[in-house]
């Protein structure tokens, strides 16, 4: 069984603080994914990963930055909180091309 | 215009029912085409892949228009536990492979 983790299930912040959100998965995937999940708007990807030290954009990276540095490690990165990324974030990995096995999600709520 | 669009619903209805979801996509170049399932305050999870020949897995048929840009999702003889969100996603080639989300169909099936 492909199994992604994530460090927190819920996770309280204040705004202004430095804030890390980590991802394992243990099927050996070449792709990682970090997505934010807000009601009526869907999953947004925020960074992607295919490969070790590679990153890219998605769709909404402002705020945001990733570390990918082992293979089955990615890591979100707030660098300074803000109330507008209360947000369930979710990690996700994947084979290229191939299905996504997403994380359990984490939900952030910040103050 | 978003690049995955569905029908965010509600769509309820009866047990028994056939119920049919479309997502269109706008990236023409797009390579790979999935069906998640999503249910309350968890994580998505594959629920089919979808092929240009169209797919079945028991009360599921996807299917996939290249020249229209839309797959489909049908159930049939609706179960009460196949209410969730169903959400579509498209992967295409961006050096990395890139996935992107639709918002989700909210589908209740009720007695």
């Known amino acids: 069984d492909v199994k992604v983790t994530q460090s927190s299930r819920y996770l309280v912040k204040r705004t202004g603080e430095k804030v890390f959100l980590e991802c394992v998965q243990d099927?050996?995937?070449?792709?990682m994914f970090w997505y934010r999940q807000d009601p009526g708007l869907g999953l947004r990807l925020i960074y992607f990963s295919y490969d070790v030290k590679m990153k890219e954009k998605g769709d909404i990276p402002e705020g945001y930055s990733v570390s990918r540095e082992k293979k089955e490690r990615f890591s979100l990165i707030l660098e300074s909180a803000s109330t507008n990324q209360t947000s369930m974030y979710l990690c996700?990995?994947?084979?290229?091309?191939?299905?996504?096995?997403f994380g359990p999600g984490t939900r952030l709520l910040v103050l | 215009r978003k690049e995955v669009e569905q029908d965010p619903g509600p769509f309820n209805v009866p047990e028994g029912a056939t119920v049919a979801f479309n997502c269109t996509y706008s990236n023409s170049a797009s390579q790979s085409f999935f069906w998640y399932r999503q249910d309350c305050r968890k994580e998505p999870k594959l629920l089919m892949s979808v092929y240009s020949s169209g797919n079945e897995d028991g009360r599921f048929t996807a299917q996939l228009n290249r020249a229209s840009q839309y797959i489909s999702l049908l159930i049939r003889d609706s179960k009460l536990s196949d209410s969730a969100t169903y959400l579509c996603a498209v992967t295409f080639n961006t050096g990395g492979f890139k996935t992107i989300f639709g918002a989700g169909t909210r589908l209740f099936v009720k007695a």
């Open positions: 996700a990995s994947s084979r290229t091309g191939e299905t996504q096995y």
């Open positions: 099927m050996d995937h070449e792709n």
